[in-house]
Nanobody, 125 residues
């Protein structure tokens, strides 16, 4: 059973950076598109970035130019580098995966089938 695990969350001041990781211990993710979602208190969950099996990427407008998604050489771990963090970025961040072995693209609107438990990111003075 594929279980995703996020790490790297924490507290940071505005303007700071954090790097989130997403992996599935004992499981290869090379044939999965990976996405990052977030849910702020009182708000709906939103997709913010995704990366395909061939490393095609997409970003939601609020994070374009500040966040960067990537995956390691084997594609088994995905990362979300978050720079210039703002208080509005405070949320629980989730990674999700979707079996897409032949797709060079990913979409933020896809129905991702596997999810992690989430990691808290807090941006405050």
């Amino acid at each position: 059973q594929l279980q995703l695990v996020e790490s790297g969350g924490g507290s940071v001041q505005p303007g700071g950076s954090l790097r989130l990781s997403c992996a599935a211990p004992g499981f290869a993710l090379g044939s999965y598109a990976i996405a990052w979602f977030r849910q702020a208190p009182g708000k709906e969950r939103e997709a913010i970035s995704c990366i395909s099996v061939t490393r095609g990427t997409n970003y939601a407008e609020p994070v374009k130019g500040r966040f960067r998604i990537s995956r390691d050489a084997r594609g088994n771990t995905a990362f979300l580098q978050m720079n210039s963090l703002e208080p509005e970025d405070t949320a629980v961040y989730y990674c999700a995966a979707n079996w897409t072995p032949r797709s060079p693209l990913c979409t933020l609107q896809a129905k991702y089938t596997h999810w992690g438990q989430g990691t808290q990111v807090t941006v405050a003075l």
